[in-house]
């Protein structure tokens, strides 16, 4: 089976600009979670999409979104960029609790 | 809320060592345990993960215990290599109304010197 795929690898944005990130999960896998990595707070939860719904959303402000397509791939977008947002954004896809695997991620650098 | 504890770092150890990475977890309910591993530059990697109380998760000679009595699942290594210096995350899952998904520790980074 292929792993979770995540597009691009590293991107540069300015502040104000919006960017979406791409996750393909494996091949039947319905769950989709993000999560952005920082050296300051960590590994933190941003949001888990489930057959096209999102069932849990982390502690971020609404400039953070996602969605989910039929196929399961996600997307999550972030709108009017902030420097703190300068982070490795993480994709896992997952059959049930036991199980989460992770993309290589997206390094995002907002100057 | 969920929360899981672990180790400060930074850990350095000699090749061969023996190697402790200590994680106490805080759940309302019945978690899962796991050990995740991250490489320079790239996502988690599952090393090892436990999902009942007493499972013992192992994997390239690592080893958790899931200890409900202490709420720990503290991670070890008999004898430790210079390709395990990593960053490691203990991490649970529990099953909440739909409310799935992973709370992290803060991560411990290993060195290991030849």
């Known amino acids: 089976k292929a792993g979770v795929t995540q597009t691009p690898r590293y991107l540069i944005k300015t502040r104000g600009q919006q960017v979406t990130l791409s996750c393909s999960p494996i091949?039947?896998?319905?769950?989709v979670s993000w999560y952005q990595q920082t050296p300051g707070q960590g590994l933190q939860f941003l949001f888990e999409?489930?057959?096209?719904?999102?069932?849990n959303k982390g502690n971020f402000p609404g400039r953070f979104s996602g969605r989910q397509f039929s196929n399961s791939r996600s997307e999550m977008n972030v709108s009017t960029l902030e420097l703190g947002d300068s982070a490795l954004y993480l994709c896992?896809?997952?059959?049930?609790?036991?199980?989460?695997?992770f993309g290589s991620g997206t390094r995002l650098t907002v100057v | 809320g969920n929360s899981v504890t672990q180790m400060e770092g930074p850990v350095t150890l000699s090749e061969e060592a023996f190697l402790t990475i200590n994680c106490t977890y805080t759940a309302t309910g019945y978690p899962s345990l796991f050990w995740y591993v991250q490489y320079p530059g790239e996502g988690l990697q599952l090393l090892l993960k436990a999902t009942k109380a007493d499972d013992k998760g192992s994997n390239k000679g690592f080893e958790a215990t899931y200890r409900k009595e202490t709420t720990s699942f503290h991670l070890e290594k008999g004898s430790v290599q210079v390709s395990d210096s990593a960053v490691y995350f203990c991490a649970l899952s529990e099953v909440n109304f739909g409310n799935e998904k992973l709370t992290f520790g803060t991560g411990t980074r290993l060195t290991i010197i030849p």
């Open positions: 999409y489930f057959s096209e719904t999102q069932r």
């Open positions: 091949s039947g896998h319905r769950s």
């Open positions: 896992a896809s997952s059959e049930d609790i036991y199980g989460y695997t």
